[in-house]
């Protein structure tokens, strides 16, 4: 069973526009998440976390938003550019636990 | 970048034959994990360790045995491979564990392909 869920396998936005990635959970025992961002041929490296007693984190032009209620996250990308274009992968860790989205592909077209 | 070499970085193999992956590092990190990403999967965990000698199972861990006997070096192996295990492996390094922060370093993956 798929405990992290990325429901949009690809989403394309033009350079300078806001990205938002989506991710939901259904485990309610997972208090940290994280998005990895994963170029072709290269592994995954890590971008941002939070975690459960915040709702926001914020590094640079990357934001990450955490909804409890609705077991739901996302990724804030602004402005995006092409050098944004990657896969995305959340991941969520609970009881010892790490689970990982299956990824969604972004193209930031110039 | 973390010092983690994985090798070999790509290997055709037939089903049936036995299969080594290994995974290297100069990070003096006490974790190691190996994880495999299909698509529409993701990455999901294989086998883990939290020190020499000491490993344990993941989400995935049947038809895969892995073995460490230093810090440096975490082996993954499948005594005969399916075509089910065709799939890019990905060993990582952790320092604290994934019960803390969770934040994994990453080699730059493996691709097996069973025909």
């Known amino acids: 069973d798929q405990q992290v869920k990325q429901n949009s396998p690809s989403l394309s936005v033009q350079e300078g526009r806001i990205s938002i990635l989506n991710c939901d959970y259904t485990?309610?025992?997972?208090?940290?998440f994280l998005w990895y961002k994963k170029y072709p041929a290269e592994g995954p490296t890590f971008l941002i976390s939070i975690s459960s007693i915040k709702d926001k984190n914020e590094d640079g032009r990357f934001t990450v938003f955490l909804n409890k209620s609705a077991k739901h996250l996302s990724l804030h990308i602004v402005p995006s550019q092409p050098g944004d274009s990657a896969v995305y992968f959340c991941?969520?860790?609970?009881?010892?636990?790490?689970?990982f989205g299956a990824g969604t592909r972004l193209t930031v077209k110039p | 970048d973390a010092g983690i070499t994985q090798s070999p970085r790509h290997k055709v193999t037939e089903t049936g034959t036995p299969v080594t992956l290994r995974c290297h590092q100069t990070e003096n990190h006490r974790y190691m994990y190996w994880y495999r990403q299909d698509p529409g999967h993701g990455l999901r965990l294989i086998h883990y360790?939290?020190?020499?000698?000491?490993?344990d199972k993941g989400e995935v861990s049947d038809g895969y045995s892995v073995s460490r006997s230093k810090t440096e070096d975490f082996l993954l192996t499948l005594e005969s491979a399916t075509s089910s295990q065709t799939s890019v492996y990905f060993c990582a390094i952790s320092d604290l564990g994934t019960v803390s922060t969770g934040e994994l370093f990453f080699g730059e993956g493996s691709r097996l392909t069973v025909l």
């Open positions: 360790s939290y020190g020499v000698k000491d490993t």
């Open positions: 485990n309610s025992m997972f208090d940290y």
């Open positions: 991941a969520a860790i609970g009881n010892n636990d790490m689970r």
